[in-house]
């Protein structure tokens, strides 16, 4: 069975701090890996995606990728209120399904 | 731009009733479609995938049915709702297999 974990939370950060979210996954055949944010009653929305090895950053973002430790994290620095989700992690199921495999989610609150 | 509709929003349903939830996506050509259900506070389960027009992979075995009967609609189906299929029905498109998927807004399913 093909898992990605993260930690549920809440990971409870302070307004203007860094929020660091880590994801780990089992496949090790993963070519690609994405971070979905997701507001309560609302639907998944794609912040970043990943594909090599090392640092990627958009904007406040920064998404980190270590395959040979299969580790996914995503750094939101000067966290605002408006941060405040759930955010899923998703990496590529290597059965070259098209699938993705997603984790359940770490919740993050950014209190002012 | 690509654009994701489903509806409807939301539906209250009794059980043993039969369900169709649409999905259409507008600004692209063949994407890939995905049907997901998210139970409260759990996470996405993959149900439904389909590459081409008529060509269904099921996940899960269950009550639910999908199919596609043009390029750009995906459609979820049940003779006989449960209770247990009560949550958040989520569609997805993507460009390519293993790629980013693209969430619509959702449909929020209540059995009673």
């Known amino acids: 069975q093909k898992e990605v974990e993260q930690n549920s939370g809440p990971l409870s950060v302070p307004e203007g701090a860094i929020a660091s979210l880590n994801c780990t996954y089992s496949?090790?055949?993963?070519?690609?890996f994405f971070w979905y944010r997701q507001y309560s009653g609302k639907s998944p929305e794609l912040i970043m995606s990943?594909?090599?090895?090392g640092d990627k950053e958009d904007g406040r973002f920064t998404a980190q990728l270590n395959k040979a430790s299969q580790y996914v994290s995503l750094l939101i620095r000067d966290s605002q209120p408006s941060d405040s989700a759930t955010y899923l992690c998703?990496?590529?199921?290597?059965?070259?399904?098209?699938?993705?495999?997603f984790g359940q989610g770490t919740t993050l609150q950014v209190k002012p | 731009s690509q654009t994701i509709h489903q509806w409807p929003a939301t539906l209250v349903q009794p059980v043993g009733s039969p369900l169709s939830l649409e999905c259409t996506v507008e600004g692209t050509s063949n994407p890939n479609l995905y049907w997901y259900r998210q139970a409260a506070g759990r996470g996405l389960q993959l149900l439904f995938y389909s590459v081409g027009i008529g060509q269904i992979s099921s996940e899960v075995p269950q009550n639910l049915s999908a199919s596609r009967p043009q390029d750009r609609q995906f459609i979820l189906s049940s003779k006989k709702l449960l209770l247990s299929d009560s949550g958040f029905y989520l569609c997805?498109?993507?460009?390519?297999?293993?790629?980013?998927?693209?969430f619509g807004p959702g449909t929020r399913l209540t059995v009673t």
């Open positions: 997805a498109w993507s460009l390519n297999l293993g790629y980013e998927q693209y």
């Open positions: 998703a990496v590529s199921d290597s059965s070259n399904t098209g699938k993705l495999i």
């Open positions: 496949d090790r055949g993963s070519q690609s």
């Open positions: 990943i594909y090599s090895n």
